[in-house]
């Protein structure tokens, strides 16, 4: 049985004068997908990160969400979508109960109940009274993620989810993802620099290196062959040719 395909990233291309940014990049995920984008900092995640959620716009190339073209259709593109690109925001003055409250205003579906649903699957429930500007790194990107599947998104883009988050905080949200994608059919996209959790995490894998894809598998299939997801990613990039500077 074919899987639905619910994001097609076509020949996306962006250059920056500066030498960085991504070439032709094509890809395709699916429904229930759990797809870890891996590559170390700079090598082009957050740019077409950016470009599939229409923060940048693309030199070539389209990305399609449900057949939707971000770049000339970008509302339709992104009525299910949540995302955290970069930075999980937060108004700092604002309780998390009111930032949440602030980021449901064009889903009138959200209530309170909502809310307070998302601030438990996120582990920060307790705190639903208390200011962000008083919150850790960790903190913020839990009020963050719940905002994110606020509105009960079919797909999530997440941005190096994990930053910042403690070993408990990591499997909290590890757990929380594996869970939307086998029990709702969430589909998610998710970007890290750090093997061992993209390992743990993901389902399919994509490599990019210097703003080039360099190949997509599975992770059962990484695992038969390699004793470890990062001795996968060194010889994927030794085998196209470049010299590995990677740090975890």
């Given at each position: 049985?074919?899987?639905?395909?619910?994001?097609?990233?076509?020949?996306?291309?962006?250059?920056?004068?500066?030498?960085?940014?991504?070439?032709?990049?094509?890809?395709?995920?699916?429904?229930?997908?759990?797809?870890?984008?891996?590559?170390?900092?700079?090598?082009?995640?957050?740019?077409?990160?950016?470009?599939?959620?229409?923060?940048?716009?693309?030199?070539?190339?389209?990305?399609?969400?449900?057949?939707?073209?971000?770049?000339?259709?970008?509302?339709?593109?992104?009525?299910?979508?949540?995302?955290?690109?970069?930075?999980?925001?937060?108004?700092?003055?604002?309780?998390?109960?009111?930032?949440?409250?602030?980021?449901?205003?064009?889903?009138?579906?959200?209530?309170?109940?909502?809310?307070?649903?998302?601030?438990?699957?996120?582990?920060?429930?307790?705190?639903?009274?208390?200011?962000?500007?008083?919150?850790?790194?960790?903190?913020?990107?839990?009020?963050?993620?719940?905002?994110?599947?606020?509105?009960?998104?079919?797909?999530v883009i997440l941005d190096e989810p994990l930053n910042g988050l403690d070993v408990e905080g990591m499997i909290d949200?590890?757990?929380?993802?594996?869970?939307?994608?086998?029990?709702?059919?969430?589909?998610?996209?998710?970007?890290?620099?750090?093997?061992?959790?993209?390992?743990?995490?993901?389902?399919?894998?994509?490599?990019?290196?210097?703003?080039?894809?360099?190949?997509?598998?599975?992770?059962?299939?990484?695992?038969?062959?390699?004793?470890?997801?990062?001795?996968?990613?060194?010889?994927?990039?030794?085998?196209?040719?470049?010299?590995?500077?990677?740090?975890?």
């Amino acid at each position: 049985m074919n899987k639905e395909k619910v994001i097609e990233i076509q020949n996306l291309t962006k250059r920056y004068p500066n030498g960085r940014g991504i070439e032709d990049i094509n890809l395709d995920i699916y429904k229930g997908d759990i797809f870890g984008f891996l590559g170390p900092n700079g090598a082009g995640k957050t740019t077409a990160m950016k470009i599939m959620t229409g923060l940048v716009r693309p030199d070539q190339g389209d990305v399609k969400i449900f057949g939707a073209s971000i770049t000339e259709d970008y509302e339709k593109a992104m009525a299910s979508v949540g995302c955290i690109i970069e930075i999980a925001e937060s108004y700092p003055y604002l309780t998390a109960y009111e930032n949440l409250r602030q980021a449901a205003r064009y889903s009138p579906q959200v209530d309170r109940k909502r809310i307070e649903e998302v601030l438990e699957l996120t582990g920060i429930h307790k705190f639903i009274n208390e200011k962000p500007q008083k919150f850790s790194l960790g903190m913020k990107q839990r009020l963050g993620l719940a905002g994110a599947i606020l509105n009960h998104p079919k797909i999530v883009i997440l941005d190096e989810p994990l930053n910042g988050l403690d070993v408990e905080g990591m499997i909290d949200i590890r757990n929380l993802i594996k869970s939307m994608a086998e029990n709702e059919g969430t589909t998610f996209f998710i970007s890290s620099h750090l093997i061992h959790d993209v390992e743990l995490t993901c389902d399919r894998i994509g490599v990019i290196y210097n703003g080039r894809m360099l190949n997509v598998e599975s992770t059962e299939n990484i695992l038969k062959d390699y004793a470890t997801l990062e001795n996968y990613f060194v010889s994927e990039v030794e085998r196209n040719g470049r010299v590995p500077n990677y740090a975890d």
